[in-house]
C-alpha cells in the first residue's frame, strides 16, 4: 500500500505516472488536503473582522471539501490509469500539509508516500517552503520524490 499525495498539478501527475512504472501497480490510496477557509484567511493575512459577517463559512468549508474529493477521484482514476488498485480520500490540513499526508500513510499502514515536487530552489525553496522537504525529513517510511517534468528536463541538459 501507498499513499499518494496529489493537488491536481502536473507534477503531481507526472509523480503517478512515474510511480507506475516503478512500482507497477499494487494498492494506493491518493490523498488531497483541503484547507478550512478560517485557516487560508490568516494565512494571507486577510481581515477576519471585515470578511466575517459576510461569509458563511461552512458552506465554503462544505464546498472546498468537495472540490477535495473530487480532485482525490480524479487522482485515483490516474493511479488506476498506471496500474494501481487505487482509492481516493481528502484530509483537512489541522497543522500542515506535510502532516497531513504523514496523518493519511499512518491511518493506511503505508508501505511508502509518493510526491510530486514544483521543483522550488534558493530563496524560494526557504521562503515558501516544501511539503516534499518536510514529508521527506518526518517520514518513517520510505518517500518517493518525483522532480516536475521542467525540472527534470532541465536537470538532464545540465548533464549532457
Do not use: C, N
Amino acid at each position: 500500500m501507498i499513499v499518494i499525495g496529489y493537488d491536481g498539478s502536473d507534477d503531481a501527475r507526472a509523480a503517478i505516472e512515474q510511480a507506475g512504472k516503478l512500482l507497477g501497480g499494487g494498492r494506493a490510496t491518493v490523498v488531497v488536503v483541503w484547507e478550512r477557509f478560517v485557516e487560508v484567511l490568516a494565512h494571507t493575512g486577510a481581515g477576519l473582522g471585515m470578511v466575517a459577517p459576510m461569509v458563511d463559512y461552512a458552506e465554503i468549508d462544505a464546498a472546498t471539501e468537495e472540490s477535495a474529493r473530487q480532485r482525490a477521484e480524479e487522482g485515483a482514476k490516474l493511479a488506476r490509469d498506471a496500474g494501481f488498485e487505487a482509492d481516493a480520500t481528502s484530509r483537512v490540513r489541522e497543522t500542515s500539509i506535510a502532516e497531513a499526508i504523514l496523518a493519511e500513510a499512518d491511518a493506511v499502514t503505508a508501505d511508502a508516500i509518493v510526491l510530486g515536487t514544483r521543483g522550488l530552489t534558493g530563496v524560494k525553496s526557504v521562503v515558501l517552503g516544501s511539503v516534499s522537504h518536510a514529508v521527506l525529513h518526518h517520514a518513517d517510511r520510505p518517500v518517493v520524490v518525483v522532480p516536475s517534468p521542467e525540472v527534470a528536463k532541465e536537470r538532464a541538459a545540465h548533464r549532457q
